[in-house]
């Protein structure tokens, strides 16, 4: 399985899901994007890795990573390797003295806090990837890259963003996402 190495393009608070943030992973080599919303207590115990702030007393992730290394170990990177009903599901893939690989199941804001505090790589299921990835660069015309990015949702999700886009009086994001939910039923 060929996976795709991703790094850490955005964290801000998301316009479509109140209280929530979305973070935003981009592909190392290309302009692919993918957004993932996640709560606010993931999101500040990323940008308290990112901004290298020292907590007085270890934080959850801080813990974890220092009892690996008590018991000779490290992470050594994590896979996002699954989407399933709005879900992402990823490994931790830790590396003991012995150069042995154990993986471990793992929220993905769990996963990508912890490869942030250690410095090490976040990689995708290349397919999995391709498929729900946004591509920045393909389209200056913004409706184009909106339909483009629809598509990808089920009729749940487009559902709930056709409410969405209607609550904010955005007609043209509801008319795309009305049009397709049209061809999806």
């Known amino acids: 399985m060929k996976n795709v190495e991703l790094h850490i393009a955005a964290l801000n608070s998301s316009i479509t899901h109140n ?3 979305v973070l935003v992973l981009q592909e ?3 302009a692919q994007k993918l957004p993932i919303i996640i709560g606010l207590q993931e999101a500040q115990t990323i940008a308290i890795a990112l ?3 020292k907590p007085s007393r270890p934080l959850t992730h801080d813990l974890l990573l220092t009892t690996l290394e008590t018991l000779h170990a490290h992470l ?3 896979v996002i390797r699954e989407f399933k009903n709005g879900i992402f599901y990823s490994v931790l893939v830790l590396k003991d003295q012995h150069q042995a690989y154990a993986e471990i199941d793992s929220r993905t804001s769990d996963a990508i806090a912890l490869a942030v505090r250690q ?3 976040i990689y995708m299921n290349e397919d999995l990837f391709r498929t729900i990835a946004i591509d920045s660069s393909v389209s200056s015309d913004p409706q ?3 339909r483009e990015q629809f598509y990808k949702f089920d009729v749940e999700e487009l559902n709930q963003l056709l409410l969405e886009a209607l609550s904010k009086e955005d007609y043209e994001t509801a008319a795309i996402v009305r049009d397709i939910i049209s061809k999806k039923v």
């Open 119 to 121: 410095n090490c790589s």
């Open 51 to 53: 901004e290298k702030i």
């Open 144 to 146: 184009e890259n909106k």
């Open 19 to 21: 209280g929530n943030f």
């Open 28 to 30: 190392i080599s290309s």
């Open 76 to 78: 050594d990177h994590v």
